[in-house]
């Protein structure tokens, strides 16, 4: 059977495609490796019959190293968005390391639409997906819309004031749970695609902020008023929460992104994958309301 290593595995992501690769048993244990800076942090998964390797982005020979021996290789982006360039480089370097340690696939975590995105990071992915088709390698291309899951980084705070402050205008997004986002990788991973592949993981339906807005509020029976407001007003409403300026930017473009209209995508990618109907909105606040606040 194909070895498969997981980069980023001790990352929200990560641990949740090991999870699936683990429940869905079409790959054995002995042929899934967990990578990580610190594999420290996969103790448990090693304790689990799992094979834990030592991956990090900036050391290209001890990459090498580590992919030795790997057939199919999941680079998920890493987390590296405070120095401009420097994720694009650790991604470079990576495929780069895929290539001289024989991988034969190469899948990787990317976004809907980099080549027209705004958001501050989409030339980090766009960089990297060139990166793969030059490389000569198999790739299956694997572009995740918007989680769901980023909705609880603001949605406690807008719920105990009553108002949701947001730029996207009337714009829509096809939000996806992360967790689909990593049960599909898991089978594409077990079943790859034949060829060289572009997926695009999206929800079966693109909502706008009014809707998403109406949505946590009814599943947390709290009045939520939706804003909308500038590019400009919003970068000042979180600084003045605190948030540094790489966060700033990276959540301003992404309102924008949203007001262009490049992440009202939606596919059957995830169904065809995974066979099943990724998780709705609606369903997933329900299951979530907890972290609602």
């Given at each position: 059977m194909a070895k498969i290593l997981v980069t980023g595995a001790s990352g929200q992501l990560g641990r949740k495609i090991i999870e699936h690769l683990i429940a869905d048993g079409k790959i054995a244990r002995s042929d899934i490796v967990a990578a990580s800076r610190n594999p420290v942090k996969l103790s448990a998964l090693s304790q689990a019959g799992i094979e834990v390797r030592k991956t990090d982005f900036d050391d290209a020979a001890g990459m090498e190293a580590a992919f030795h021996g790997i057939e199919r290789l999941l680079l998920i982006s890493t987390d590296e968005l405070a120095v401009p360039g420097r994720r694009l480089a650790q991604h470079k370097a990576a495929v780069e390391a895929a290539v001289k340690a024989g991988v034969k696939h190469i899948f990787y975590t990317s976004m809907p639409n980099p080549d027209k995105s705004l958001v501050s990071f989409a030339p980090d992915h766009l960089g990297t997906e060139e990166a793969i088709k030059a490389s000569g390698?198999?790739?299956?291309?694997?572009?995740?819309?918007?989680?769901?899951?980023?909705?609880?980084?603001?949605?406690?705070?807008?719920?105990?004031?009553?108002?949701?402050?947001?730029?996207?205008?009337?714009?829509?997004?096809?939000?996806?749970?992360?967790?689909?986002?990593?049960?599909?990788?898991?089978?594409?991973?077990?079943?790859?695609?034949?060829?060289?592949?572009?997926?695009?993981?999206?929800?079966?339906?693109?909502?706008?902020?009014?809707?998403?807005?109406?949505?946590?509020?009814?599943?947390?029976?709290?009045?939520?008023?939706?804003?909308?407001?500038?590019?400009?007003?919003?970068?000042?409403?979180?600084?003045?929460?605190?948030?540094?300026?790489?966060?700033?930017?990276?959540?301003?473009?992404?309102?924008?992104?949203?007001?262009?209209?490049?992440?009202?995508?939606?596919?059957?990618?995830?169904?065809?994958?995974?066979?099943?109907?990724?998780?709705?909105?609606?369903?997933?606040?329900?299951?979530?309301?907890?972290?609602?606040?």
């Open positions: 390698l198999t790739y299956t291309i694997i572009r995740n819309s918007w989680y769901l899951d980023n909705y609880f980084m603001s949605m406690p705070h807008n719920l105990v004031v009553g108002t949701w402050y947001t730029a996207t205008g009337d714009g829509k997004v096809a939000n996806i749970s992360r967790d689909d986002c990593a049960a599909a990788a898991a089978a594409a991973l077990a079943s790859p695609p034949a060829g060289n592949v572009i997926l695009t993981l999206t929800g079966e339906t693109a909502l706008s902020a009014d809707e998403i807005g109406k949505i946590v509020s009814d599943t947390a029976g709290k009045p939520l008023n939706v804003v909308k407001v500038t590019d400009e007003q919003l970068a000042n409403g979180l600084r003045g929460a605190g948030l540094p300026d790489f966060v700033v930017a990276m959540l301003v473009s992404a309102d924008a992104n949203t007001r262009a209209g490049n992440f009202n995508v939606v596919t059957h990618d995830f169904e065809d994958l995974t066979g099943r109907r990724p998780q709705g909105a609606a369903e997933f606040f329900k299951a979530h309301k907890d972290l609602l606040g």
